[in-house]
Each structure stands twice: as structure tokens, then as C-alpha cells.
């Protein structure tokens, strides 16, 4: 296993638990320090906690992901899996936002409107019922008109799921389907579901404590440089990996019987973490490996993809996040009276007027398993960081975390100096919406290459047909459908729900396009 994000790790679980391959077989190598990938959440109180998002989750779609987790013990729960404490807890707090979006006089904007126009109408069923083929490569931008990125939909949709307009028409409406069910409550948010905790501590954890008891073996601090290989019988082989770990090089060999399950590309790559007093750095590809890697790999081969198109264009990619630590409880109380939502029950609140188009989210407390309870952790995201801002007279990618939370401030009319201390950890994501930059089916590869013997794909940049990126549903079921065809597993996997096909599903959302 090449990378140790939520795609490898799965890949890992469901080798063992329905190919039966003993886990001391399986070694994992990622060059960060710990597990998890993208699915990360570090810190104390002291530093401040950190992580770079939040994933939300549903009940009715994840169909592969919550297969897996059926079969994870909780840590927290005698007897319970994760799924079942993960719904549990949703029982307890319940998805009902009360202040979804607000505007710069700091009120609620109605939304039981979606705002839509006629013509809104008609252009978004079009681009909803479009052929892929014909899609192509093309824009959202090029099927809706200007007036429709106005809508309180695409205001709510958008910073929901993180989509921009030049975004892909593609990925925009593979969206629209998958997730159907939200299109009637977006405003609300109810068909959310979260963890108890944040992702890596909810779901990293528990899973790689599963397949540590089965002996898998995980290296950390460990880049892979290179893939030797061989062509036989028309198909790629890999025969050896090239290795940095803890700076030495290394070369694993790779037997006849063996597989390799790769991580290609990574949302993540070139992040940069900041602090209250510097802001994160711009790296770029050059400062990452997972995109070399990719990009040698697909040198002259079409079906291992085209790495370029997702990888090339940071300035329609990125995006900033920032994670706040407070040790009083004056902010939570403040967003609790404003809102009408307890924490955990609200999801985002965007500022809608916010040049910077920023939101935040206040989860259940704790947010981390270490933390105390006169501890609060909150997390935001801001759509447009190169725009300079209505408090703060920068972009958001050059802010420290002070200045971070001063135009957050500025948006909800609080005097700082009533908030105890905090400490703002800001964070730049280069490539952290490139998987919904515009392509080709071409130009993601399939989890297993029809040309691959023993190579398999498993991340965010595989096909797989009308499922979504940027969900952790796509790296499970990618991880699933590799290691099911590599070891012929003729086990059926999970079937994307297709709730836009139920009419009543169709109907509510008819009534939800005209209010």
C-alpha cells in the first residue's frame, strides 16, 4: 500500500476480511508521520488543535463505507461498531441548521426559497439530465447562466459540497444525483450525518487499531520515489518500489504473487499550516511526491491518466481552512444565542456577503478524543482566499491566524477582546478541489487499468462510475473494487443508491425547485 490515506487502509481491511489475506502480508508506507492522509486531527491545547477539513457524511448514500465500518469495533462503545456509534450519536444530535446562511447586516437570509428563475429552472434540469459524453470537459459556467450563481442554492449547495463555478459540469451533476435527497433540505442540512469526533480520531483511529491487531505493518516518514516494472503478456507489472525513508534509499522487491495498491495524486499534497502569526507558505507540486509519482507513471501510458489536467492550475483549486482553539466558553455561547443551534446540530454557517465567501462550523464538543472540556475547537473554510477581505485589507492565503479571526469578527460584530485568547491555525490547500477540475473520462484510470496485472488505484482520481469525488465513499469504494477484481472476490459490492430515480424523491424536489 502506497499512501496511508482512507483509500489504502480500507483496501488493507477488505484484503483481509473478504480476500482472507493474513494481514502480517500487508505492509503500508506513507511519508507522513502518521496515518490517515487527508482524514488528519492533531493538537493539544497548548499548540492549538489542527485539522485541514471536515468530512460530512449521509445515512442514505456511503454504501461502501458503511459496509466497512459494520465491521470495525468502536473504541468507545463496548459491543458497537463504528457505524453503529457513528449513528447513535447522530440520534442524539441531529442536523437542523438555523442560520445557514447570514448577510453583512448579521441576519439570517431566508432560504425555504431556493431563488430560483424559470430560466434557472430549465437550465438546471438540462445540465442534470445531460449525457457525460457530452458534458465532455466542459464548465458548470458554460450550462448556467450568471444570474443562477446568485441563487441561494448555489450559495448553500456550493460551500456545502465546495464547488466553484469553472468547476466541472461533470462532477457538478453526478452531484446533483448522488445526492438528490439533500437537494430538498439543503437549507437545513438534516440528511448530514458526522462523527463523534473528528474523522482521523472517529474513523483512522479505530480502523488502523483493526488491522494492527492482524499484524499489518505501517512505515511512516517513507516516500516513494519510483516503480520499477516489466511489461508481460501485454500487461504492467511492477517488480520493484524505490523508497526515502528517514532519508535513507531503499528498493523493495516485488514478487510474482504480490500487489501493489497505489495512492495516486493527493487533494492534500503541498499543504501548508500557518499560526497566529504567520501566514501558511504557497507551496506547489514541486514541494509534494505523490503528483511526480502519478505523472511518471502515466508518461505515455493513456490508461493511468492525465495527472496534468487536476495538477495544473492552483489558482482554480485551492482553497484556505483554519482551525480555532479556544479556552473559554464566550464564542460558543455567543454563536449558540445568535444561531439557535447547539454545536454539532447547526453545520455551516456561511457569510454570505464574506468577500473571502467564508464559513464556519461548530461540531459537537470535544471535536478531539484528548480534549478537555473547558477546551472548544471550531473549524472554517473560506471558497475565496485571493480575494482581499471586508475586515482586512489582504487575501485570506497571506492572513495570519490573528488576522484570520479578526475579519471573522468583523462578520458577527464581536469585539475580540471579548473572547478569551484563541489561537487561529490557518492552513493552504493548493489541490484541495482539483479532483472537480474539468476532464475527460479519460483522464482518470481505473482502479485496476485493463494494462495492470498486479498495479491497482486507489484515491480521489480513479473512475468509477456515478459515484462523487471528495467524499471518503470514493476512496472506500475504489479500495473495495480493487482488491475484489485483483483477487477475483465475487462477493457483490454495495450499489450506489440511486434515490434520484425514486419519484418521490423527484417530487419533493420539483416542489423544492418552485418554492
Known amino acids: ?138 464548465c458548470i459556467t458554460d450550462w448556467l447562466s450568471p444570474e443562477f450563481f446568485s441563487t441561494e442554492f448555489w450559495l448553500m449547495w456550493s460551500t456545502t459540497f465546495a464547488f466553484q463555478p469553472w468547476h466541472s459540469a461533470v462532477e457538478f451533476k453526478r452531484y446533483l444525483h448522488r445526492f438528490m435527497l439533500e437537494f430538498s433540505r439543503i437549507e437545513t442540512l438534516g440528511g448530514v450525518r458526522r462523527t463523534v469526533y473528528n474523522q482521523y480520531d472517529s474513523l483512522v483511529v479505530p480502523l488502523q487499531f483493526w488491522l494492527e491487531q492482524r499484524h499489518v505493518r505501517f512505515v511512516c516518514d517513507c516516500v516513494v520515489t519510483d516503480l520499477e516494472h516489466k511489461i508481460e503478456e501485454g500487461k504492467f507489472v511492477v517488480t520493484a518500489i524505490h523508497t526515502l525513508c528517514n532519508g535513507q534509499a531503499d528498493v523493495i522487491q516485488v514478487n510474482d504473487d504480490d500487489l501493489v495498491f497505489l495512492q495516486n495524486g493527493s487533494m492534500t499534497d503541498a499543504s501548508s499550516i500557518g499560526s497566529m502569526q504567520h501566514a501558511p ?10 503528483w511526480a509519482l502519478w505523472e511518471k507513471l502515466a508518461k505515455d501510458r493513456s490508461d493511468f491518466g492525465n495527472p496534468f489536467v487536476f495538477n495544473s492550475n492552483i489558482a482554480e483549486s485551492y482553497w484556505s481552512s483554519f482551525t480555532v482553539t479556544l479556552n473559554s466558553p464566550e464564542f ?44 472548544q475547537v471550531f473549524w472554517g473554510y473560506a471558497l ?40 487561529c491555525v490557518p492552513c493552504r490547500m493548493p489541490y484541495i478541489t482539483s479532483m472537480f477540475m474539468p476532464r475527460l473520462h479519460s483522464d482518470r484510470p481505473l482502479p485496476v487499468p485493463e494494462k495492470s496485472k498486479n498495479l491497482a488505484f ?58
Open 1 to 138: 500500500m502506497l499512501g496511508g490515506g482512507i483509500g489504502s487502509l480500507a483496501a488493507a481491511a477488505f484484503l483481509i476480511r473478504d480476500g482472507q489475506i493474513s494481514g502480517e502480508t500487508i505492509c503500508i508506507l506513507d511519508a507522513a508521520p502518521t496515518m490517515g492522509g487527508s482524514l488528519d486531527g492533531a493538537g493539544n491545547a497548548q499548540q492549538g488543535y489542527f485539522m485541514r477539513g471536515g468530512r460530512m457524511f449521509t445515512a442514505d448514500n456511503y454504501e461502501c463505507t458503511w459496509d466497512l465500518f459494520k465491521t470495525i469495533p468502536s473504541l468507545l462503545r463496548k459491543d458497537k461498531s463504528v457505524f453503529d456509534e457513528t449513528m447513535e450519536f447522530n440520534e442524539s444530535y441531529k442536523a437542523n441548521s438555523k442560520a445557514r446562511l447570514v448577510d453583512s447586516r448579521l441576519a439570517k437570509v431566508p432560504v425555504s426559497s431556493m431563488g430560483f428563475s424559470m430560466q434557472d429552472r430549465m437550465e438546471l434540469l438540462k445540465l442534470s439530465n445531460m449525457e457525460e459524453e457530452l458534458l465532455g470537459s466542459s
Open 281 to 290: 507558505a504557497k507551496l506547489t507540486k514541486s514541494d509534494s511526491h505523490s
Open 332 to 375: 460558543f455561547n455567543k454563536m449558540i444565542r445568535f444561531s439557535g443551534n447547539q454545536p454539532g446540530t447547526g453545520g455551516l454557517v456561511t457569510f454570505k456577503d464574506s468577500n473571502w465567501m467564508m464559513s464556519i462550523v461548530l461540531a459537537h464538543q470535544p471535536h478531539f478524543a484528548n480534549q478537555s472540556p473547558d477546551i
Open 384 to 423: 475565496f482566499p485571493d480575494r482581499i477581505g471586508n475586515y482586512v485589507a489582504k487575501p485570506m492565503s497571506d492572513c495570519t491566524g490573528e488576522e484570520i479571526l479578526q475579519e471573522l469578527f468583523g462578520h458577527l460584530r464581536i469585539d475580540s477582546e471579548s473572547i478569551a485568547p484563541a489561537n
Open 458 to 515: 486507489v484515491s480521489q482520481f480513479v473512475e468509477i462510475a456515478d459515484d462523487v469525488v471528495f467524499t471518503v465513499e470514493y476512496s472506500v469504494r475504489a479500495a473495495q473494487m480493487a482488491v475484489y477484481q485483483l483477487l477475483d472476490i465475487e462477493l457483490p459490492i454495495p450499489s450506489i443508491t440511486q434515490h434520484d430515480k425514486s419519484l418521490h424523491t423527484q417530487f419533493d424536489v420539483l416542489l423544492k425547485a418552485f418554492k
